[in-house]
Nanobody, 115 residues
Framework: QVQLVESGGGLVQPGGSLRLSCAAS????????MGWYRQAPGKQRELVAAITSGGSPNYADSAEGRFTISRDNAKNTVYLQMNSLKPEDTAVYYCKGAYWSSTYWGQGTQVTVSS
């Protein structure tokens, strides 16, 4: 059974930091392209950052320079380090794994940026 389990969300003040984790099981994690997406109320789900199986990252413009995606294949885990958080970063953050036609999503973790 495939599972992607996110953790690390919460309430943080503007300018603060959070580190999200996504632990995968049931897949050959090292070959999967992993990504972080987010969905704010009333908005479509959007890509935040992704990382290839080889470790090459790419970022949405909104995340560039503030967020860092990384992966630890030994731990079957992908991370999203988020710095300089803004209220507009408030959303449910989802982890996604993709390999050829196989795509899996986590259940999401809430991130709220508010003073």
């Amino acid at each position: 059974q495939v599972q992607l389990v996110e953790s690390g969300g919460g309430l943080v003040q503007p300018g603060g930091s959070l580190r999200l984790s996504c632990a995968a099981s049931g897949i050959n994690f090292s070959v999967y392209r992993m990504g972080w997406y987010r969905q704010a109320p009333g908005k479509q789900r959007e890509l935040v950052a992704a990382i290839t199986s080889g470790g090459s990252p790419n970022y949405a413009d909104s995340a560039e320079g503030r967020f860092t995606i990384s992966r630890d294949n030994a731990k079957n885990t992908v991370y999203l380090q988020m710095n300089s958080l803004k209220p507009e970063d408030t959303a449910v953050y989802y982890c996604k794994g993709a390999y050829w036609s196989s795509t899996y999503w986590g259940q999401g973790t809430q991130v709220t940026v508010s003073s």
